[in-house]
């Protein structure tokens, strides 16, 4: 069982950057993927970020560029640097672990991103 405890979410102007904490209550070293899903409004939750235990990286395709996943194992976070920040990016960020085929989630952190 790994608990996931989002932090970092807020109100920030377009153009603005803001950094996503994610802290698991277990190591992180053996888990398989570390990600970061959004979910704007009447709309389905979408995958932003992944980052493997082997290093990869994978980004969706609205976020390249701009967002940045990176894992941490000895402190057992990942964080998702945002930059340059739209309104269309405006969601509840969740954080994700997946090990041995289980999937744990966060309770979210809100990311507002005004005109």
């Known amino acids: 069982q790994v608990q996931l405890v989002e932090s970092g979410g807020g109100l920030v102007q377009a153009g603005g950057s803001l950094r996503l904490s994610c802290a698991a209550s277990?190591?992180?070293?053996?888990?398989?993927?570390m990600a970061w899903y959004r979910q704007a409004p009447e709309k389905e939750r979408e995958l932003v970020a992944t980052?493997?235990?082997?290093?990869?990286?994978n980004y969706a395709d609205s976020v390249k560029g701009r967002f940045t996943i990176s894992r941490d194992n000895a402190k057992n976070t990942v964080s998702l640097q945002m930059n340059s920040l739209k309104p269309e990016d405006t969601a509840v960020y969740y954080c994700?672990?997946?090990?041995?085929?289980?999937?744990?989630w966060g309770q979210g952190t809100q990311v507002t991103v005004s005109e």
């Open positions: 994700q672990a997946v090990s041995w085929g289980y999937v744990f």
């Open positions: 277990a190591s992180i070293v053996n888990i398989d993927r």
């Open positions: 980052s493997t235990r082997g290093g990869t990286t």
